[in-house]
């Protein structure tokens, strides 16, 4: 089975358009053109990937799953050319984070990594996509919570960091020592859904409401930070993801009588090998670095 890129980018076009005819017309090519090169190419792929009626043509369900390998094989190809082009330039190193690591990873790295003589891409993710994504080298170094992980990949603990509350500076529980969760319940609440154990939490403080208010469970981190900053909620984050502020004291972390309330395990991730890339491990470096700020 052979399969041109030519192929795959008429295919996005055909998608994207909904039309083979309006595809025809973005290569000034005849409309009977394309509808033979799609079906050349349902022949190679074994699937139909339109249906095809009086108003254009639909993806099918076929079509939709294959579309983003489509899509990541041209991009793949454009990266290439784009080095080719511009010669060996600066090393890239693609990095993936949790939204709510992506504050504290992305930022300070890049602040240390300012005079280093590399590219560095950001993105973000949930921790399983990252792995994949490493795994399949659309990423170099993945940010996630520690997991099992794939054959392939080396995993590097980078630090524990707790659940905590937090409120704003001003707020009225502040600086109350052995706050109870019935306390906190007679307040605006806004936990971070950092994982089974935030249902939890916010089923036992939805009993100790004296009144029906919402409870806001919230990803990512930051969005729950945002509400204690500025709108009075108790926020219930990893500690590290507000690491700043409660460093400024915009934030202050609640003296809570309860016992902890949950914790993380934060890992990095990249592909083992024999093969050295200087690079990536030299934000690796950086990175182990970083994690030793936040013990």
């Known amino acids: 089975m052979t399969v041109s890129l030519d192929d795959l980018q008429l295919l996005l076009d055909a998608a ?3 039309s083979f005819s309006q595809a025809a017309a973005r290569r000034g090519w005849a409309q009977p053109q394309v509808s033979q090169r799609i079906a050349q190419l349902e022949s190679s792929l074994g699937a139909q990937l339109f249906k095809r009626h009086r108003r254009g043509a639909e993806p099918t369900a076929a079509c939709l799953a294959y579309l983003p390998a489509a899509r990541a094989a041209l991009e793949a190809l454009a990266e290439g050319k784009e080095r080719l082009t511009i010669g060996e330039g600066l090393p890239k190193v693609r990095l993936g984070a949790l939204p709510s690591l992506s504050g504290v990873a992305f930022g300070p790295l890049l602040r240390r990594l300012a005079d280093a003589p590399v ?15 490493v795994l399949s080298g659309a990423l170099d170094i993945g940010f996630v919570l520690h997991r099992p992980h794939p054959a392939g990949l080396e995993l590097e603990t980078l630090g524990e960091t707790p659940i ?6 001003s707020h009225p529980l502040a600086t109350r020592r052995g706050v109870t969760l019935s306390q ?3 307040y605006p609440l806004a936990p971070q859904r950092w994982g089974a154990a935030a249902e939890d939490l916010a089923r036992r403080l ?4 004296q009144s029906v208010s919402p409870i806001h469970l919230l990803q990512p981190a930051a969005a729950a930070r945002d509400l204690a900053l500025w709108h009075g909620y108790v926020a219930f984050v990893p500690r590290l993801a507000v690491r700043e ?18 914790r993380w395990r934060v890992a990095m991730v990249w592909r083992g090998g024999k093969r050295r890339d200087a690079a990536r491990d030299r934000v690796l470096e950086a990175a ?8």
Not at 164 to 169: E, K, Q, R, T, Y
């Open 288 to 295: 182990r670095e970083l994690a030793r700020e936040w013990r």
């Open 184 to 186: 906190m319940a007679a």
């Open 164 to 169: 905590v509350a937090v409120a704003g500076a």
């Open 245 to 262: 502020e409660l460093a400024q004291g915009l934030l202050k972390e609640l003296d809570l009588a309860e016992p902890e309330l949950g």
């Open 16 to 18: 994207e358009l909904g």
């Open 119 to 133: 590219e560095i891409h950001c993105d973000t993710d949930h921790s399983p996509q990252i792995l994949q994504q």
């Open 206 to 209: 939805r009993s100790l409401r």
